[in-house]
């Protein structure tokens, strides 16, 4: 899996609204109703996370959810966490 520089980072960065690189990862931050909608969604991106074989840092609490997003295998971002992210974006957009 190939490392992103930061170059490359920034640039799909200009694609992805909300998202921010923090600390060698992609970071969002995502607030919902209330607690149901908030794992409704989780849940939702759980199973986009397992059909990728790519999964997240996340948090929940109450109504907010964390999301921090860094290929583990590869110890940096990679074009894997843009994918999951655009796809995370495209579930929240549906909600």
């Known amino acids: 899996m190939k490392k992103m520089n930061e170059a490359e980072i920034r640039q799909q ?6 998202w921010e690189y923090i600390d060698g990862a992609l970071e ?3 607030e919902f109703k209330n607690f149901k909608e908030a794992f409704s ?3 939702r991106i759980a199973f986009e996370c397992e059909a990728q074989n790519h999964h997240p840092d996340w948090s929940n609490v ?11 295998d590869a110890g ?8 999951l992210a655009k796809s995370i974006e495209a579930i929240i957009e549906s909600e």
């Open 28 to 30: 969002t931050t995502f």
């Open 76 to 83: 940096a971002v990679t074009i894997n966490d843009f994918r």
């Open 13 to 18: 960065l200009e694609k992805l609204e909300g």
């Open 62 to 72: 109450y109504n907010t959810l964390n999301i921090r997003l860094k290929t583990h």
């Open 41 to 43: 969604v989780m849940t």
